[in-house]
């Protein structure tokens, strides 16, 4: 009943039918997040695509200014010095064979995956395993580089991966609660800013249709999306 009550109380701040500036929405969203712990704010962007047609697929990287206030555990591909270099950049797991065996094993303690090019042949055995979870390495994304450095530490920092969806939506956590309404802000600018980027060649007509911005536990509020066209 208490829980019923808070979001209706959450509810009735958000004005229906209305689009607030990112400003105002995250201000909205931050006083609306009156959990017990501190909620992940999430974003959500509608976009006007047909990820089903390759060249209207929009995936891709974000390094948020602000960090996203999660620590990603980071698993690298690698051997010999390249191994010693994504150890000494904060790599949580790192290996060739052995850490094959253990994904093949079940043993999937990590959320975000690193190759070294010379490691993909290796890889590649795991497919159907890292595929559907989204943490196979792909050149595309930079996971899969001779710069180990540089992309463990690009994930350790703040890093979201963005991906649509079937629907042709793309969410991701922008940072949490207890951040500033000024970071948070940022965040989500950035956010926006680089799914604008990454429209595809195909998509036709309005891209950006809509965007939410929501706590864990708090209403969505809907983004007026105006300022970001292009």
Do not use: W
């Not at 969203?29 to 712990?37: I, Q, S």
């Not at 070294?116 to 994304?141: Q, Y």
């Not at 940022?186 to 060649?201: G, L, M």
Request: proline content about 4%; hydrophobic content about 45%.
């Amino acid at each position: 009943m208490a829980k019923n009550k808070r979001l209706a109380a959450a509810r009735a701040k958000v004005e229906a039918g209305k689009v607030y500036g990112v400003d105002e929405a995250v201000a909205l969203v931050k006083g609306n997040a009156t959990a017990k712990f501190d909620e992940t704010v999430e974003i959500a962007l509608n976009l006007g695509i047909d990820p089903r047609h390759a060249d209207q697929m929009v995936r891709g990287f974000v390094s948020l200014p602000n960090g996203t206030g999660k620590t990603l555990r980071v698993a690298v591909f690698a051997r010999g010095p390249k191994a010693e270099e994504a150890q000494a950049a904060g790599a949580d797991i790192v290996g060739a064979e052995d850490l094959m065996e253990k994904v093949q094993a079940g043993e999937i303690n990590f959320d975000h995956c690193i190759a070294m090019p010379d490691m993909m042949a290796l890889v590649g055995r795991l497919g159907k395993i890292l595929g559907p979870r989204g943490l196979m390495p792909n050149p595309k994304l930079g996971t899969v580089t001779m710069n180990v450095k540089g992309a463990v530490e690009a994930a350790k920092s703040g890093q979201v991966e963005y991906r649509a969806e079937k629907s042709g939506i793309v969410h991701a956590g922008v940072g949490k609660a207890s951040f500033s309404e000024d970071k948070l802000a940022e965040n989500v600018r950035a956010f926006i800013d680089a799914v604008q980027k990454a429209r595809p060649s195909g998509a036709k007509g309005a891209y950006m249709k809509k965007g939410a911005l929501s706590s864990t536990m708090g209403p969505g509020v809907q983004l007026d999306l105006s300022a970001f066209a292009g």
